[in-house]
């Protein structure tokens, strides 16, 4: 069998909406995933209704390069950020990849079912 193989282009162009167009026609998410490889900061510089008045939970994979501008959006619209891979360690420090972001409002729900699930994996 031949293995042919072929050059990526330079650049790739893609069709993209914003989170916040995208809520003009769907309904509204509780909890919202991310992980886009390195991109994130450019999902949140299109959710800024999102973040201001939807208030999901954000479950978030982020790249180191992008940690400061994406704990500066959360902190600037009242969220809390923990360690989304050991929820027991309570707020994040340090570097960490994976964030639950909850906002204020929630937390004192999110905090009890977080103790609820410490209970029942220790």
Same mark, same amino acid.
């Given at each position: 069998m #031949?293995?042919e193989?072929?050059?990526? %282009?330079?650049a790739?162009q =893609? $069709? /993209?909406?914003?989170h916040d /167009?995208?809520?003009?026609? /769907? #309904?509204? %998410?509780?909890?919202i995933? &991310?992980?886009?490889?390195?991109a994130?900061?450019?999902l949140?510089?299109?959710?800024k209704?999102? *973040?201001r008045? =939807?208030? %999901? &939970?954000?479950f =978030?994979? =982020?790249a180191e390069?992008?940690?400061?501008? *994406?704990s500066? $959006?959360f902190?600037e619209q009242r969220?809390?950020?923990?360690?989304?891979?050991v *929820?027991? #360690?309570?707020?994040?420090?340090g #570097?960490?990849?994976n964030? *639950?972001?909850?906002?204020d409002?929630?937390?004192p729900?999110?905090?009890?079912r977080?103790?609820?699930?410490?209970?029942?994996v220790?």
């Amino acid at each position: 069998m #031949k293995r042919e193989w072929y050059a990526l %282009p330079a650049a790739l162009q =893609v $069709a /993209t909406l914003s989170h916040d /167009t995208i809520l003009n026609s /769907t #309904k509204a %998410p509780d909890l919202i995933k &991310v992980d886009i490889e390195g991109a994130e900061h450019y999902l949140f510089r299109g959710a800024k209704r999102a *973040l201001r008045f =939807v208030r %999901p &939970v954000w479950f =978030v994979e =982020v790249a180191e390069a992008n940690s400061a501008e *994406l704990s500066r $959006a959360f902190e600037e619209q009242r969220y809390r950020i923990f360690d989304g891979d050991v *929820l027991d #360690k309570g707020l994040i420090e340090g #570097k960490i990849y994976n964030w *639950l972001a909850i906002p204020d409002e929630k937390l004192p729900l999110y905090r009890a079912r977080i103790d609820a699930a410490r209970c029942t994996v220790s």
